[in-house]
């Protein structure tokens, strides 16, 4: 008989162990946490946030809307410098003129109330007073 046989037969066969021998098994996916391993409170992951910028759905949605709002405000500014469309011509006041004069002989297509409106709109006068010298833009047609 070959000792591989020999040592199967001779062996005590396993049979149930005693009660001391069995010790009760821990789980492996929980461990013990020391303080060193623990997370942080709120107020130190807050602290540690504190350098971060997060900007949350509405936050980035009013920065946009303002963004566009000033690019909006910018774009329309530079169209109102541009002046009106269309030529324009300048005319310097001479001594005695008025601006209804002006207006009659520069724009007589327009009635003369709106040809008034338009050479002050163009110069920016909130009255009707012009002195002599000074230049006025009539705008075109």
């Not at 910018?74 to 541009?82: A, E, P, T």
């Not at 002599?132 to 047609?141: D, F, H, K, N």
């Amino acid at each position: 008989m070959s000792t591989a046989i020999a040592h199967d037969i001779l062996s005590p066969l396993p049979g149930p162990r005693p009660v001391a021998d069995v010790a009760p098994r821990r789980p492996t996916h929980l461990r013990l946490v020391g303080e060193d391993d623990r997370r942080p409170s709120r107020a130190v992951r807050r602290r540690l946030r504190a350098g971060r910028l997060h900007l949350t759905r509405r936050g980035r949605l009013a920065v946009t809307a303002t963004t566009g709002l000033v690019l909006a405000a910018v774009i329309w500014s530079m169209v109102g410098l541009l002046g009106p469309a269309g030529a324009s011509t300048s005319v310097t006041v001479e001594r005695g003129e008025t601006l209804s004069q002006i207006a009659s002989e520069q724009l007589p297509e327009l009635p003369l109330s709106r040809a008034v409106t338009a050479i002050q709109r163009a110069n920016s006068l909130s009255t009707t007073s012009i002195a002599a010298g000074q230049e006025l833009v009539i705008p075109g047609r």
